[in-house]
């Protein structure tokens, strides 16, 4: 059994509204499930992916209306990266985000000041693009990167991440399946961190469905104490915290957000899985009126570069 790199990153927002527009409107990325967070049902839980909803693409977010900004610190991942297709794809998203531009990346924030990162894609992974009328398709971002994290003491960590299979050390470490994906840790800033609107709340990695179980077991046995399997409808879930800090999720590959939506249509309305049906009238007045993420699938096309 081996990871499969970065399956989604979940994030917390304080304004889903703006979210959307962000992620949708400027990032092109397409809203591929609007949902509820399974732990608290009264807050959105927002996925955006490319345009088949695949895990590698799939960003997701929390909405804790109001919340203040939070700060990345020790044992938290403070970057999100994507991979673009080439040099003028920067140049483009630079213009676009602004940021900081240096060979083979761009460094931005999100609007609740999220870091993210677009780097060069110099793997032989299939690009997960989502379509985007003002967005040429050969700048399209194209899938997860991978992540860095805040560690004072990393190598702490290395034993139990070459056991769950990453290879590398002791601070650059990349897991190698069907997708790849990179975990770097990067010293921490003073202070503590802060959980907030604008910081990752954990990362899950990819494995097969038939294999998730096994996971239980060979996350314990490095040293971790893991949740047993949480079926969260779309995917099957298990957490635990490294030994750096890191809330880490092994998520499955499948049953998939098509499983109780059309493909064409994914995102555009609130769903809920069965186990939470009968709450839809109580959150419908709870949760925060959204934009039609759709109609930026229908605006005019980019002129072309």
Known sequence: MQLHGVHHVTCI????????????????????????????????????????????????????????????????????????GSEGALDFWADRVGG????????????????????????????????APDIPAEHALRGFAGVRAYASAPERSARFLERLTFTGGPREWESRGLRHGFYVYDDPPDGRGIPGAGTVHHVAWAVPLDEHAGWVQKAAEAGARPTPVIDRFWFHSIYFREPSGVLFEIASLGPGFTTDEDLDHLGESLVLPPAFEHLRAQVEQTLTPLPDASSWRHRAPATPL
């Open 100 to 131: 900081e531009r240096t060979d083979g990346s761009l460094v931005f924030a999100d609007p609740d000041g999220l870091e993210l990162e677009l780097q060069l894609d110099d793997r032989v992974d299939p690009p997960l693009t989502a379509r």
């Open 13 to 84: 927002t304080g304004d889903a509204p703006r979210n959307v527009d962000f992620y949708v409107g400027t990032l092109g990325l397409r809203l591929v499930k609007k949902t509820v967070n399974q732990d608290d049902p009264t807050v959105y839980h927002l996925f955006y992916a490319d345009e088949h909803g695949s895990a590698g693409a799939d960003i997701t977010f929390f909405e804790y209306p109001g919340a203040a900004k939070g700060r990345a610190g020790d044992g938290m991942v403070h970057r999100v990266a994507f991979r673009v």
